[in-house]
């Protein structure tokens, strides 16, 4: 339903055709809980970014990937959401971020308690950035 609506929307809105569609009941869809990473899932990326020798953005890979895969791992949150997280937003004094309400899908800031390997992480990353802008870029 919510793929024909758009695909009509959008031909109405490229002339494509002539009346938009009316007032169509919403069909009950089932919210279901996203699978995580399983431990061994993530340990078996963390050894892999670890060994990652090519820069991002000025930082050595072995140094920002493991940032990321823990930040994402940690937070839970959709990776735009973890790639708009700003230095202001982290407090690693106090092992906590908040990821703001504009780059979540619900709206809504999402306060995130760190773990310890995360702080370490992005204590590394922070020590390789040539910007204050946002963690995982300029």
């Not at 970014?49 to 949150?77: C, D, I, M």
């Amino acid at each position: 339903r919510a793929v024909l609506l758009a695909i009509w929307n959008g031909a109405v809105v490229t002339e494509h055709h002539a009346t938009p569609p009316r007032h169509i009941t919403k069909l009950p869809v089932e919210k279901r809980t996203p699978d995580a990473w399983t431990l061994d899932q993530l340990g078996r990326l963390l050894n892999a970014a670890k060994q990652e020798t090519r820069p991002v953005e000025h930082v050595p890979g072995n140094v920002f990937w493991p940032a990321l895969l823990w930040t994402a791992y940690n937070s839970g949150a959709r990776i735009n959401a973890v790639m708009s997280i700003r230095w202001d937003e982290v407090d690693l004094e106090r092992g906590r971020l908040k990821i703001l309400a504009e780059s979540q899908k619900h709206k809504a800031d999402q306060p995130v308690g760190l773990m310890p390997e995360t702080i370490e992480a992005l204590r590394e990353l922070a020590e390789h950035q040539a910007c204050d802008a946002t963690v995982f870029g300029c």
